[in-house]
């Protein structure tokens, strides 16, 4: 079974939010589709089970889907997306730009081309995840396109060529590109558009490790570039994104 053939299903990409006893917090997802149209639209989200914005949505059953547009904020996704608002209040940083009548929140700043709110009408156990199908009510259609999945996947393994040939360059904290050239201080990284603050030099042992001789050199999430040198059963997550191991691809 070759499960990179999944990768070809086309998804948009997605800050969840949601709200419980006047908590709200947030995560990125992808899994994210339409079911019903009409007057009560309904769409399914798969959220992990052990992702803080599961366990808030199950008990309030209220759901907001902000979708991302074409510009790719890495800083954001990496924000909402390899992060559990179990640590962090993850609002704090990104306060909302509005509430729906439940208080659930979402965005409509640039970065966003639409937002929809609802209440979840049916949850559905579905092994390490959850579906929820949730009865849209509130939304609104903002400017631009949305972001695909797949071209944030092919920008992210983009600069993988480039850190393996890596010496002496400056390497962004966030998305992992690295600069060769000057970077004067209104410097934008081209990936994500950050500044030369968040820029440390590449340092030797950034470098990729090399498998030791008849070893697996360990395999590497293809979302958030966590390197796992372990077992990854059936059910296995990365503990930095909570991806399965699907997502997953060999290091080198
Ligand atoms: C690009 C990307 C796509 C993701 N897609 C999903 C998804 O579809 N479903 C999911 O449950 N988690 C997904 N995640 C992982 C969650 O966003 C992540 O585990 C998050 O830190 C959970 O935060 P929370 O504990 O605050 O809810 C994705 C992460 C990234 C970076």
Redesign the pocket.
């Known amino acids: 079974m070759d499960t990179k053939a999944l990768r070809q299903l086309s998804y948009g ?1 997605y800050v969840v939010t949601t709200v419980c006893d006047g908590k709200m ?7 994210v589709m339409q079911i019903t149209g009409g007057e009560r639209p309904t769409v399914a989200v ?3 089970n ?5 366990e808030l949505a199950a008990k309030s059953r209220l759901l907001g889907i902000s979708v991302l547009a074409d510009g790719m904020d890495r800083e954001l ?1 990496a924000h ?7 640590d962090i209040d ?1 609002f704090a940083a990104y306060p909302p730009d509005g509430v729906d009548e439940q208080g659930v929140p979402y965005f409509t700043d640039e970065r966003f081309c639409a937002w929809m709110t609802g209440r979840v009408i049916e949850e559905m156990p579905m092994g390490t ?1 959850t579906i929820f199908v949730v009865e849209i009510t509130e939304g609104e259609t903002l400017c631009g396109k949305p972001l695909i ?1 797949a071209d ?1 996947l092919a920008a992210k393994r983009a600069p993988e060529p480039a850190k393996k040939a890596a010496k002496g360059g400056m390497r962004c904290t966030v998305c992992g590109h690295i600069e060769y050239g000057e970077m004067g201080p209104d410097y934008k990284c081209p990936l994500c558009g950050m500044g030369p603050e968040v820029f440390e030099p590449v340092a030797a042992e950034a470098e990729p490790v090399a498998a030791p001789a008849g070893q697996t050199g360990g395999m590497r999430c293809t ?2 570039g966590y390197v796992e040198q372990g077992e990854m059963g059936p059910d296995y997550q990365c503990p930095v ?3 399965g191991r699907e997502v997953f691809e060999p290091v080198g």
């Open positions: 990409l917090n947030g995560q990125i997802a992808d899994a798969s959220l992990n052990n992702n803080y914005t599961r996704i909402f997306g390899m992060q559990s608002g179990r993850k995840h999945y944030y979302l958030c994104c909570g991806m």
